[in-house]
């Protein structure tokens, strides 16, 4: 990776994987909303950053002036990788309309809550196994010991890919999510082991179909045809992405909130049917993911002279901190009535695992606390955050209390 | 009064079901839909302004 510059006005000059962004954005936006509600850079080849609820609704809504070709900022563009618009990498989330409609009907039906409720008791299953695998043990971290193992083995079921390959995972989310900086051609010589193991994985399942997603994509018609190899592809590498590093980070910082407001750890202990109204404050607070889009070609917008192929990366979790959409936006607050939050983002693109990532959370957070009604920080200082577009605690040193 | 959905709008958030499962349900794509003619009485209606607050795409339409 490169060294860069530190950012001296975020207005200008603004980096998401700044070190002061990284450990704590909130009033990095705070400021830019007073000052500069749109901020630019000239990073990555030029972006633009709306930080305001208006701003990030207006332009997730523009689909005519903004593309989805792709979606994590980098030093690239799309016109130099594999695959053209409109299928894009990762169909439907590189997408664009009209196909991005057509691409999402198809795998839509595997996530609605239909699909998604059922899966609550293995869920519950495995969350109490990790538990269960912690003994007494009165120093837990939070989230290597268990928001990390989560969102992975789901996926991995759902896939039907074999246990043994959660590491694998992990490694492949790491490599697109957190490498930023990388030069193209290290990016698409990166992707290999990635496509050489779906490769072997889809070669199993067309051998041996199975009652599982992967067979569920191989099987699917699109037109009176199966899809693509790529357009399967790029799904699976769209469900890795956003189903795992997403889903822990929102899970850790859920975790972390709690292990430092006791109020409202004693609150969801003693009143458990608070738990879903709860997840969506954890939602508004700590959106952990930004999106972005590239701009369609030169335009003034929100009175910015915004050029073609620039970044626009969507401030989700700073519309959530905007006070001219929320009350007391800058409270957390467990029982929060009306939330109107932008989590899994707004429009067309609206995050496809949101049911599983709400399920996910409410019984993760749900067996954490039935096993360790008390815990604490151990080490505040050892709080470390993730990089990149999906932000959230990587290390949460925890010391559970009688 | 009346509640419906604008299926426009409405991009399967699944608020208004999970929070008023009496006025609201899921389709296959998983996309919010009204119980019933979407009639309100009283009660209701408190849930439905529920449901309508909570909607990030204000799809949720009340006519009083």
Redesign the interface.
Known sequence: MTIKPPVDDFATDWDHTDPQWVNDPYPIWEDLRDRCPVAHTDRYGGGWFPSTHEGVSAIANDTDHFTSRTVIVNNGRPGEEALPAPIGVAPPITSDPPFHQIARRLILPAFSPGAINPLEPQIRALCVNLLDRLGDSTLVNGSSDYAQNIPPAVIRQMLGFPEADEEIFREIIHMVAETVDLAVDERELAFEPIIEYFTVQIEDHRATPRDDLTSYLLDVELGGEKLSVEHVFGTMILLLIAGIDTTWSALSASLLHLATHPDDLARLVNEPDLMPVAVEEFLRFYAPVTMARLVKQDIDYLGCPMKEDDWILLGFPAANRDPAAFQDAEKFIIDRRENRHLAFGLGIHRCLGSNLARLEMRVALEEFIRRYPRFELADPGAVTWAAGQFRGPRNLPFRILA | MRVSIDAERC????RC??LAPSLFE?????SGVVLGDGTLSDETLELAR?AQ??????AVLIEE
């Open positions: 991009q399967g958030h699944g079901f999970s899921f389709d296959d794509l998983g529920l607050a909570n909607c990030p795409e204000h």
